[in-house]
């Protein structure tokens, strides 16, 4: 396989296998945080009962799972501490499934005495062996003998016997830059790149000082795509596979974050024990099968015919694993004329717990660089270029830290200042034609600066804020009154969500932690567990309908990643998680429950990321990517109610630019735009609307929205759209493969002659011609078309 490469390349002993096989992959193993160190070994390796593998965690960790899931379709990781320092290499003895060895750049090899994933395991290594040869790289149990062992470093390779800790063999040390190694039964081969060219050297494990015979290699293989970048493979043992479904080979396959399975099986009509797949077969059966049609086909060979279409298609999906159908979703900055331009003094560098700027359905408020934390508030029905003159703006007084519009009222702007104080603003309608300098109302009740706001999804103006005071604050704007106060932090907080019942509280903070609340219940968390590892900020969104939390941080090496975490079981930690890449800012998440989407950007950003998120492995399916011609300050998304549907556009954003404020469509490609796209298109939830008061809510009661269908009344679902017939776009094989007699196939050849030659009876094309007298024209004929024979002669 190819570390760098999405592929995974095979070789068939048996031809007949690369003719049939079908490939699938299993269920995914999550929670694995696959390693990517730089050294020669496997980095993953697998016994008959359990799988082990490098991780990226800092030190010697090697993690640990079971070849088959439990009873309940789940599989159990878990870590165990082997070095002090990079593990190099590992593997399990072929006699005992719970007997590892592993070797590291500690210079040392250790044998452990593993457990079932489930289990406690052991800290103490049963065996440590010393080579003395510097940074080790491979580590091999002997197929036959059950207490040898292969070692190999830079410098040369080792023979050892672990009973009596001493090497049984000298050294050899070729000149490579890449090897590994592997037994059979006194010899050892040894594969090498050396002078970039592929080789294989063969030497006698009782006498290593040469070597028995070299060869050049150049190989041809076919190969395996998969869509996961592959840190390792490793072949499951024979015992362990399912010889009921025909299963002759498993594969599992190391990436960051998953193991993913990848089993082989030959369609049987009669599953039963099949003598051309069994190990156990004798010498002649072993032969590569006759290729001739009598041999390979019919219903006395026991294979299926080949695959249709369909079936191949579906084959290579499940080689390639689950896609999702928005992987093609495409994002496009509208016309012009529906632009805002000529913005000036905006203010680029707000706080980073705050989105930038914010807008509903008919206005976008944009914070400026003018001194007493002044917004400026555009209509999105007035498009078009800014006057240079000053405009009207909502002043403040002090520097502005986070703002939002009320989500059941789009004239009332809510604004959080560096004060710790909390300004409620009431926009006319028509917009604004004058600065406002007296709110509507002030909250007051921190007592440092506030991080961010969030209202409640269903209850008409209840709010929350998070402070620098390390609470958080829950308020009714109806009565200007604080009405319950949250604890329990220990840093800053850097981002809170409400749950899409509005009952719970998410929070997560500098402290490492992810936090959940039942502010009706307890001012302290009900949940913790631990978040993003990194300090530079993250923000968390509720997603599959309030089962996961998704975090977006950053990793120990400062680099962004996205986190997903059970809401019933925070103490467990991420259950997956995914890397974006490398940039100073937050991404920040918008969350679609309709679709299932997730869309990203981060301020100073140019690319957004797309990806549908599924409450089972794999988790993350990531989409393609909106690539914008320069940074913006962010993106803010619009009511569902905002999309073009005929169109099929899931989503809508206002983006901000340097100087301008540009709608933004994400749109599904689809062939039937005629009809309505029902499968992306569900009753969506009236957000925009409370479903109760504050006082009710604050009181025990809960509010659900009512849902509205987005279908045009002119629109047929495309789930109810007629049926077409497929057209055969050519003849069926068997019009070509027909056997044809010699007296057919010289009909076909002279039928063909003569369609070509054209009818000789036909008129000549100059009979068709006016003009010119009879008399003339047959002297023309005469003249033109009259040879003597030896003229004839001399032109042929």
């Not at 359990?50 to 009873?71: C, H, I, R």
């Not at 090897?179 to 040894?190: D, G, N």
């Not at 099949?274 to 219903?299: E, I, Q, V």
């Not at 302290?524 to 089962?547: M, N, S, T, Y």
């Amino acid at each position: 396989f190819n570390r760098t490469k999405s592929q995974i390349c095979l070789y068939f002993k048996m031809p007949v296998l690369e003719q049939y096989c079908c490939v699938s992959v299993q269920g995914w193993i999550a929670s694995v945080r696959g390693g990517s160190f730089s050294s020669q070994g496997k980095h993953i390796t697998s016994s008959c009962s359990l799988v082990a593998f490098n991780t990226d965690q800092a030190g010697g960790m090697v993690g640990l799972t079971s070849v088959n899931p439990a009873s309940d379709g789940k599989w159990t990781v878990t870590q165990i501490s082997c070095h002090a320092d990079l593990v190099t290499d590992l593997d399990f003895s072929p006699f005992d499934d719970y007997l590892l060895a592993t070797c590291s750049a500690d210079e040392t090899v250790k044998l452990w005495r593993v457990c079932d994933p489930a289990q406690d395991q052991c800290s103490d290594a049963e065996v440590t062996l010393s080579p003395a040869d510097g940074r080790l790289e491979l580590v091999l149990f002997h197929p036959a003998a059950s207490e040898l062992l292969a070692v190999a470093s830079v410098r040369g390779l080792q023979v050892w016997d672990v009973t009596r800790d001493t090497a049984l063999t000298g050294k050899h040390t070729p000149v490579c830059a890449r090897f590994s190694l592997v037994f059979s039964y006194f010899t050892l081969m040894h594969l090498c790149l050396q002078m970039r060219q592929q080789e294989v050297r063969l030497w006698d494990s009782r006498k290593l000082s040469s070597s028995l015979t070299d060869l050049s290699l150049l190989l041809s293989v076919s190969h395996c795509l998969t869509d996961l970048s592959t840190r390792g493979t490793a072949l499951v043992p024979k015992l362990a596979l399912d010889v009921s479904c025909c299963e002759v080979l498993r594969l599992l396959q190391l990436t960051d974050n998953f193991i993913v399975p990848i089993s082989y099986q030959v369609p049987r009509k009669v599953r039963m024990m099949h003598p051309g797949l069994s190990p156990l077969s004798t010498p002649s059966s072993s032969a590569a099968p006759s290729r001739s049609p009598s041999s390979t086909s019919g219903l006395s060979s026991g294979f299926l015919p080949s695959p249709s279409p369909s079936q191949s298609s579906r084959a290579i999906q499940n080689m390639l694993g689950p896609s999702s159908k928005f992987r093609h979703i495409q994002g496009a900055v509208l016309h012009r004329d529906t632009h805002i331009t000529n913005l000036r003094g905006l203010h680029l560098t707000t706080p980073g717990e705050c989105d930038g700027f914010c807008a509903n359905g008919q206005r976008v408020a944009v914070p400026l660089a003018i001194a007493g934390g002044q917004i400026a508030v555009f209509e999105l029905s007035q498009p078009g270029k800014l006057p240079d003159t000053a405009l009207p703006t909502i002043q403040n007084s002090v520097n502005v830290a986070d703002f939002c519009w009320d989500p059941f009222d789009t004239h009332k702007l809510v604004v959080a200042g560096d004060d710790a104080k909390i300004r409620v603003w009431q926009i006319p309608k028509g917009g604004l034609t004058e600065t406002l300098t007296e709110p509507e109302c002030v909250l007051r009740g921190h007592t440092e600066k506030i991080y961010s706001i969030k209202f409640q999804p269903h209850a008409s103006g209840l709010l929350a804020s998070s402070s620098y005071d390390l609470t958080v604050r829950l308020w009714n704007l109806g009565t200007g009154e604080e009405v319950k106060r949250l604890s329990g932090h220990q840093d800053q907080i850097f981002g809170i969500a409400w749950s899409p019942d509005g009952k719970l509280l998410a929070t997560v903070c500098k402290d490492g932690k992810v936090r959940l609340y039942d502010p009706r219940k307890s001012t302290l968390p009900i949940q913790e567990g631990p978040g993003p590892e990194g300090h530079r900020g993250a923000r968390v969104v509720w997603v599959c309908d309030g089962k996961y939390l998704l975090v977006s941080g950053f990793d120990s090496r400062s680099e962004r990643q996205l986190y997903l975490f059970s809401a019933e079981s925070l103490a467990s930690g991420s259950v997956a998680s995914v890397p974006a890449d490398v940039s100073p800012s937050t991404l920040i998440p918008f969350y679609d429950p309709d679709t299932s989407v997730l869309i990203l950007t981060g301020k100073g950003d140019t690319r957004v990321y797309t990806y549908e998120i599924l409450p089972e492995a794999p988790y993350f399916m990531e989409c393609s990517s909106f690539h914008s011609s320069e940074p913006h300050k962010g993106l803010c998304f619009l009511p569902k109610t905002e999309c073009d549907v005929r169109d099929v556009e899931v989503a809508r954003a206002i983006r901000l630019g340097k100087s301008t404020i540009e709608p933004v469509a994400f749109r599904v490609p689809r062939v039937k735009k005629e009809f309505f796209q029902d499968d992306v298109f569900p009753e969506t939830a009236v957000w925009w609307e409370a479903s109760l008061t504050a006082a009710a809510w604050l009181s025990g009661s809960n509010g659900q929205h009512r849902k509205i269908s987005l279908q045009p009344k002119d629109m047929m679902p495309v789930s109810e759209a007629p049926k077409e017939v497929p057209v055969r776009k050519y003849l069926p094989s068997s019009v070509y493969l027909e056997e044809k007699t010699d007296e057919q196939k010289k009909e076909e050849l002279l039928s063909a002659m003569v369609a070509k030659l054209g009818n000789r009876e036909d008129p000549l094309p100059q009979a068709s011609c006016e003009g010119v007298d009879e008399d003339e024209w047959v002297s023309e004929e005469l003249t033109t078309h009259t040879h003597t024979p030896q003229m004839i002669h001399d032109t042929l």
